[in-house]
């Protein structure tokens, strides 16, 4: 029995007896017991009761592309090339590097868990399968880097457009590249870039995106986390749903960036910034310093106001923005 098949055993939410999962497997009991420690080491919150089997606190439903692409309009399949799913890789974005020049613009690799999920500065994204949303797109762009300004933040735009369409209204932005629900992470996005400054490059863009967390990963995470299912009730969209909001938000939001760089997307930044008129701390390699958020430039690059008066931007290559107190 592998960690996925039961994880699909238990997706129902519904109690299953050790003998039944052994049975229905071909396995003994004890391999049954080996692979759901294996989920539980991944974060997966399974339950155990003598006599009454194994649970998970809620239902779930595993990624299937057939299922994502059935969430689909025509008109954002065709924006998309390839889309697969895998049940464990190390991450999706180091998937797509290694396939850069066989595969098509805008492919899509989504991974149930990762090993080594990645954040912004090398930080860890936690993975645990059957949760979350782990994805990452490869878009190629003729212009080469200098076009790319502000990508991150037009990212972060077609997120919320994904959570919007989801019925999720109560995000917002965090400059560079979070997406935020209150004062907690919902989601990150990670951009690496390969090619010339000037001719043709590749665009990696990988996303993380909160839908249902255990309260042992709230504990591990260092940070304010939360997710889908706190925002809505206790009752999230399907993971699938949640997918293809994002896949086709995705795709046709860097078409768009594509022909009009970041001066489409500019506005509904704007409003959607949760840093603007907010007293920040910036913290940079020469030292740290407090200002107001004064929004992004053309760029996408922060906007702060000094004590002084001086309005001076911040790049995010050099800089990381936190509210003052935190």
Request: hydrophobic share 45%; proline share 5%; net charge neutral.
């Amino acid at each position: 029995m592998l960690a996925r098949d039961l994880l699909e055993a238990l997706a129902g939410g519904d109690a299953v007896s050790g003998a039944t999962l052994a049975r229905t497997a071909g396995v003994t009991r004890a391999a049954v017991w080996k692979q759901i420690e294996a989920l539980r080491l991944k974060g997966v919150p399974v339950e155990a009761k003598v006599g009454g089997g194994y649970r998970l606190p809620w239902p779930t439903e595993l990624l299937e592309v057939p299922r994502i692409r059935a969430h689909m309009s025509p008109s954002a399949l065709a924006d998309v090339g390839m889309l697969e799913v895998h049940w464990e890789i190390d991450s999706t974005s180091s998937e797509l590097a290694r396939r850069i020049p066989v595969l098509d613009d805008l492919s899509f690799v989504l991974a149930e868990t990762q090993s080594a999920g990645r954040g912004r500065r090398g930080r860890t994204w936690l993975s645990p399968p059957g949760m979350n949303l782990y994805l990452s797109v490869l878009k190629r762009f003729d212009a080469g880097f200098a076009s790319l300004s502000g990508l991150s933040l037009a990212v972060g735009v077609m997120l919320i457009r994904a959570l919007d369409d989801l019925g999720i209204r109560t995000a917002g932005l965090k400059w560079p590249n979070d997406v935020l629900a209150g004062n907690a992470k919902l989601a990150g996005i990670l951009v690496e870039l390969s090619g010339e400054y000037s001719g043709p490059c590749a665009a990696i863009i990988g996303v993380g995106l909160n839908i249902r967390l255990p309260d042992s990963l709230h504990e591990r995470a260092g940070q304010p986390i939360t997710d889908l299912a706190s925002l809505s009730g206790g009752l999230p969209p399907g993971r699938n749903r949640v997918a293809a909001a994002v896949v086709a938000s995705l795709g046709e939001g860097l078409r768009s960036f594509e022909r009009h760089g970041f001066a489409a997307f500019a506005q509904e930044y704007g409003f959607n910034d949760l840093l603007i008129g907010q007293a920040l701390r910036v913290i940079d390699p020469r030292g740290e310093y407090h200002a107001t958020g004064e929004g992004v430039d053309e760029r996408g690059a922060l906007r702060v106001r000094r004590a002084t008066g001086e309005v001076v931007t911040v790049d995010s290559a050099e800089i990381s923005v936190r509210r003052s107190g935190a």
